[in-house]
């Protein structure tokens, strides 16, 4: 869910949109309890058709008592496809390491 339009983008679309969002986490137990996610995404579209979105955690900026878990940042590569569709391309989530 949107929380928050930063940037609305370009020409109607959402290239350069830049949100912030929540999104609520579920796995498929009854022992874990759903977790809700603050973060700020960004699309950008390029020539070719082929459009990025990428996200990155809020929650350390907005930490919540409920919050017991950390979203990496993630993104992925979407390409447009003449019928209309989409076609997923690539996704990647990131594993920083801190210097210890």
Known sequence: MTLEVLSTGVAGNYNGALQVMTAELQVPSPLVP??????????????????????????????????????????????EMPNGYSKLLHDAVMYLNRPT
Not at 43 to 71: E, F, I, M, Y
């Open 34 to 79: 759903t977790r809700e996610s603050y973060f700020v995404r960004y699309c950008k579209q390029h020539s070719d058709g082929t459009w990025a979105v990428v996200d990155v955690s809020l929650d350390n900026l907005r930490p919540s008592p409920s919050a017991r878990c950390r979203r990496r940042p993630s993104g992925c590569l979407i390409q």
